[in-house]
């Protein structure tokens, strides 16, 4: 299907994928250890909530959305492969529902990994029903237009970070991480090594050695105590 269009109003081609062998690393991981392996960064803000209970992990689909209207999030619909997150913004409405149980019962068809919405979704309970991860910043029955303009796979802004296309998204209940797609491998063995420290320290808390020593060290530089 060829992709065309004028600024504004474009349908693009995803770019390359990572391997399948690379995004099934991701799966299972906390989005808190891979955002501590980013720096603390790369994380949304805590509005961007799970609505249905369910945990997600695939490569992102983006769409930009004009406020109210959810044209391009129906044919992100169509464009995403098996397994991928719908990621969309709505520049700033949370009013305007651009996802509810109709669309998630094409997108369940289609075997999509997961939709988040940084703006409002609507009809949680069917949509947990169907079994589709889904994240958004507010609940809301209002719908919206389906005129545009919009556009899919360029880089957005959601959740307060920007997910471009391509980028691993890995969500649980305590929120939205994404992953560059560029440091894809090089962030999964970050992810590794921290989790072996903190079973190491896991291991330490039942040894006996329960208060960890640089806490007190960190006290003593700074003459809070002797």
């Given at each position: 299907m060829p992709h065309a269009g004028s600024p504004g109003f474009r349908v693009l081609?995803?770019?390359?994928?990572?391997?399948?062998?690379?995004l099934e690393r991701y799966r299972g991981l906390a989005s808190s250890n891979v955002a501590d392996a980013m720096g603390r960064f790369g994380f949304?803000?805590?509005?961007?909530?799970?609505?249905?209970?369910?945990?997600?992990?695939?490569?992102?689909?983006?769409?930009?959305?004009?406020?109210?209207?959810?044209?391009?999030?129906?044919?992100?619909?169509?464009?995403a492969t098996p397994g991928d997150i719908v990621v969309v913004s709505t520049c700033g409405n949370t009013t305007s529902a651009?996802?509810?149980?109709?669309?998630c019962h094409t997108a369940t068809a289609a075997k999509l990994g997961g939709i988040v919405v940084d703006g409002a979704i609507r009809d949680v309970e069917g949509v947990t029903r169907l079994g589709m991860p889904a994240f958004s910043r507010t609940v809301c029955p209002g719908s919206c237009d389906k005129d545009g303009?919009?556009?899919?796979?360029?880089?957005?802004?959601?959740g307060g970070t920007v997910v471009s296309p391509g980028d691993i998204i890995v969500g649980d209940a305590d929120g939205i991480a994404v992953v560059p797609r560029a440091m894809a491998a090089e962030i999964v063995e970050l992810?590794?090594?921290?989790?072996?420290?903190?079973?190491?320290?896991?291991?330490?808390?039942?040894?006996?050695?329960?208060?960890?020593?640089?806490?007190?060290?960190?006290?003593r530089k700074k003459g809070v105590i002797e």
């Open positions: 081609p995803a770019p390359p994928r990572i391997s399948a062998g690379l949304m803000d805590p509005g961007i909530r799970s609505r249905s209970g369910l945990p997600l992990c695939g490569l992102a689909v983006t769409v930009q959305c004009r406020p109210a209207d959810n044209l391009m999030v129906h044919k992100a619909l169509q464009v651009v996802f509810g149980e109709m669309m303009p919009g556009e899919i796979n360029v880089p957005i802004s959601c992810v590794l090594q921290l989790m072996d420290r903190e079973k190491k320290r896991i291991a330490e808390i039942g040894a006996g050695k329960i208060f960890k020593a640089e806490i007190d060290e960190t006290l």
